[in-house]
C-alpha cells in the first residue's frame, strides 16, 4: 500500500510537470488553444492531491509509524500541497497567457521569460528527483537554483515596467507577462519548499527560515 501512494505522489509529480510545460508552451508559442491541457492536467493533479492525503491518513491512523517512516509520511503530506498549487499557479499561468495572446499581439520578443520557465521546470525536476531518490544532496542543488529564478523574475518586472512607461497603450499585456512572471517563481518557490522537505525526510533536520542543513 505504501507504494501505492508513494506512487500516486510521484505521478501527481509527473503530472504538475506536464501542466506547466502545456501552459509556458502556449505563452511562447501564443496559441492559446492548448491551454486546454493545462485544465485537464489540473483536474488530475486535484483527484491525486485528494487520494494521496486519504492514504497518508489512513496509515497515520493504523499503523503509527516511528520515525524515518513518520517523517516521510509528513514530507509526502506537505510535497502533496506544494504538487497541488504548483498546478494552480499552471492554472494561473494559462488565465494570464489567454488573456495576453487575446489583447493582441507581443509586445516584445519573449527571451527572458521562455529562459526562466525552462529553469523552473528544472528547479520542479530536480526536487521530484530528489524526493524519488530521497537524496539530499540533491535538494539541495535545487535550493541554491532558487535565486536565479528570482533574479529573472526582478529583471523582467524592471523591462517592463520601463517599457509600460513608454508605451501606455500595452499596460494590459504588459501587466499579464508580470503575473506570469510572479507565478513562475511562485512555481520555484514550491519545487523549494519539496526540496526542504526531501531533506527533513532523509535527515530530520528542518532548515525552513535560516534552519541549517548538517
Not at 138 to 163: G, P, Q, S, T, Y
Not at 173 to 202: K, M, Q, S, Y
Request: proline residues 2%.
Amino acid at each position: 500500500k505504501q507504494k501505492n501512494w508513494k506512487k500516486t505522489n510521484i505521478d501527481m509529480g509527473g503530472n504538475v510537470e506536464l501542466d506547466n510545460e502545456a501552459a509556458t508552451k502556449a505563452l511562447i508559442q501564443h496559441q492559446k488553444e492548448k491551454l486546454k491541457k493545462v485544465y485537464e492536467l489540473e483536474e488530475k493533479i486535484n483527484l491525486q492531491h485528494k487520494q494521496v492525503d486519504e492514504a497518508c491518513v489512513h496509515l497515520l491512523a493504523r499503523q503509527s509509524p516511528l520515525a524515518a517512516d513518520l517523517r516521510l509520511v509528513i514530507a509526502i503530506l506537505k510535497i502533496s500541497t506544494d504538487l497541488e498549487r504548483m498546478g494552480d499557479q499552471a492554472v494561473n499561468i494559462a488565465h494570464n497567457t489567454r488573456e495576453y495572446i487575446q489583447a493582441g499581439e507581443s509586445i516584445k520578443p519573449l527571451i527572458d521569460l521562455p529562459t526562466m520557465a525552462s529553469d523552473v521546470r528544472k528547479m520542479v525536476r530536480s526536487s521530484l528527483d530528489a524526493f524519488v531518490q530521497q537524496d539530499r544532496q540533491h535538494a539541495r542543488n535545487v535550493l541554491k537554483m532558487d535565486d536565479n529564478v528570482d533574479e529573472f523574475k526582478n529583471k523582467i518586472f524592471h523591462e517592463l515596467i520601463e517599457i509600460m512607461e513608454k508605451n501606455p497603450t500595452i499596460i494590459k499585456r504588459a501587466l499579464c507577462l508580470i503575473l506570469i512572471a510572479r507565478n513562475l517563481e511562485r512555481l520555484g518557490d514550491h519545487a523549494t519548499n519539496i526540496a526542504e522537505d526531501v531533506i527533513f525526510a532523509v535527515t530530520g533536520e528542518d532548515i525552513r527560515h535560516g534552519g541549517s542543513d548538517p
